[in-house]
C-alpha cells in the first residue's frame, strides 16, 4: 500500500469519523490537523490536498469517502467531497476569514452555479477528443509542428475575439442604457440587469 500521512479534519464531513489518510504530502507518516475554523498545520502548504478512507457503514456496506481540499499557506479554502460522487462543496472558508490586497477586486461570492474550473476541463477534454477524430492523434510534443508559431498564431485569433467582444459589449451596455432612458417603467430593472454582469457594468 506505501506509506501516507494522516489527516485529521475537524471540519464537519459527511463521513462519521476525523482520520483520514494522504498521499499529497511527504508520505512520512506524518499527522497533520485541519482545524475546525479551517486552519490547516503545515503552514507552508499550497495547493490540493486529497485525503480519503473506507468506512464500514450500518449495515456492513463498506463506502469509500474521498476529500480535496484547497490550501493557500496554513489555511483551508475549499473542501469537495470527490467520492461517493456526485461532487459537491462540503466546506467553503468564510470571506470574512479571507483577505485581499489593496486595490484588488472584492473576493469571490460563492453561490449555486457549476464551478468555473470543472467547466473549463469539460472543455479541455472535448478539444481533446475533438483533435483526436480531426487529426487522428491527440497533440503530442515533438509532433512536426512548429510549436511557437501554432502558440503565436492562436494568440492573435484570441486577441481578435476579445477585442470584437469588448466592441460589442461597450455597444449593448450603451443600447441598454439608451434603453433605460427611454422607458422609466421599466429602468430599475435594466440598472440592476448591468450590475448583474461585470462585463456590462464597467
Not at 462543496?89 to 477586486?105: F, I, L, P
Not at 472584492?106 to 472543455?123: E, F, G, M, T, Y
Request: one cysteine or more.
Amino acid at each position: 500500500m506505501g506509506m501516507f500521512d494522516t489527516i485529521k479534519c475537524f471540519i464537519p464531513l459527511p463521513c462519521p469519523d476525523v482520520e483520514y489518510q494522504s498521499k499529497s504530502l511527504d508520505c512520512m507518516l506524518d499527522e497533520y490537523i485541519i482545524g475546525s475554523d479551517g486552519s490547516f498545520s503545515n503552514p507552508h502548504y499550497f495547493g490540493d490536498l486529497v485525503f480519503y478512507k473506507g468506512v464500514n457503514t450500518v449495515g456492513g456496506k463498506h463506502e469509500w469517502f474521498e476529500f480535496r481540499a484547497r490550501v493557500d499557506n496554513g489555511s483551508v479554502l475549499e473542501i469537495t467531497q470527490t467520492s461517493p460522487t456526485p461532487i459537491t462543496t462540503v466546506y467553503m472558508r468564510s470571506a470574512k476569514k479571507r483577505h485581499s490586497s489593496e486595490g484588488d477586486q472584492p473576493l469571490p461570492a460563492h453561490n449555486d452555479r457549476a464551478a468555473v474550473w470543472d467547466l473549463v476541463k469539460a472543455d479541455i477534454d472535448s478539444r481533446d477528443n475533438l483533435g483526436r477524430l480531426r487529426y487522428g492523434t491527440r497533440l503530442q510534443p515533438f509532433n512536426g509542428r512548429d510549436t511557437v508559431r501554432d502558440t503565436y498564431e492562436e494568440a492573435l485569433d484570441k486577441l481578435v475575439y476579445l477585442r470584437s467582444l469588448l466592441v460589442e459589449t461597450q455597444e449593448l451596455r450603451a443600447d441598454l442604457n439608451s434603453l433605460a432612458e427611454a422607458n422609466p417603467q421599466i429602468k430599475d430593472a435594466i440598472t440592476a440587469l448591468i450590475a448583474k454582469y461585470t462585463i456590462l457594468a464597467q
